[in-house]
């Protein structure tokens, strides 16, 4: 079974620091990974969607990467700020399926 | 409209009630999910429909679970015989997948409160 780990849990961090957020899972064969974004109360927002193929996306200050091999992905945030306050999650297809198997996300919040 | 749509967005409902819950996904996805959040917890995969092929329902936690999706559009989650435990978001999502999951939009989510 997949299992999708997110370190840390939480993260504090003045405005202006860069920032990565960690994501591993247990099997690496997977058709792509997907980072959301979710704030309190709200559903969540696609961030980056990376394909197997591909070693990383960009979206704005957003940069994230992808090694299968090894089970990892990683979400930088460059030049953090307040309004980045939110929980983000990382999720990869089951197995051979659709269905998404998100990791319990990463509390992030950007103080001024 | 140009999102995912759910209603309600608020359910309270007592012990052992039915409900249903609503999604209209966007226009033109082929494919849509309903998750569960429960409070300190992750996404929970209940069910999910892709064009015409018959429903993934390996995620719904008991036969008091079903969905349906009508004409390939509107879903419906439905939860017979509510219990506590049944308290939690429920989101729903859609994606045009092809070959593998794409992109996956979600709605602001139906809050169920069960008491």
């Known amino acids: 079974k997949q299992e999708v780990t997110q370190i840390p849990a939480a993260l504090s961090v003045p405005e202006g620091e860069n920032l990565v957020l960690n994501c591993s899972f247990t099997d690496s064969a997977i058709y792509n990974l997907q980072w959301f974004r979710q704030d309190p109360g709200k559903g969540l927002t696609s961030l980056l969607l990376?394909?197997?193929?591909?070693r990383e996306q960009t979206s704005g200050r957003l940069n994230a990467s992808l090694d299968k091999s090894s089970g990892r992905s990683t979400l930088y945030i460059a030049a953090s700020q307040p309004g980045d306050s939110a929980t983000y999650l990382c999720a990869v297809p089951y197995n051979s399926g659709y269905a998404l198997n998100f990791g319990k996300g990463t509390s992030l919040l950007v103080t001024p | 409209g140009a999102g995912v749509s759910q209603s309600p967005s608020n359910k309270v409902t007592e012990k052992g009630k039915d409900v249903e819950l609503r999604c209209d996904p966007i226009s033109g996805h082929t494919a849509l999910y309903w998750y569960r959040q429960s409070l300190g917890q992750g996404l929970e995969f209940l069910i999910y429909?892709?064009?015409?092929?018959?429903?993934?329902k390996s995620g719904l936690p008991s036969d008091r679970f079903s969905a349906e999706r009508t004409g390939g559009s509107v879903s419906t989650l439905t939860i017979q015989r509510t219990q506590q435990e049944d308290s939690a978001v429920y989101l729903c999502?859609?994606?045009?997948?092809?070959?593998?999951?794409?992109?996956?939009?979600f709605g602001e989510g139906s809050r169920l409160t069960v008491l």
């Open positions: 429909f892709q064009g015409n092929s018959a429903p993934d």
């Open positions: 990376i394909q197997s193929s591909q």
């Open positions: 999502a859609s994606s045009y997948d092809r070959g593998t999951t794409g992109e996956l939009f």
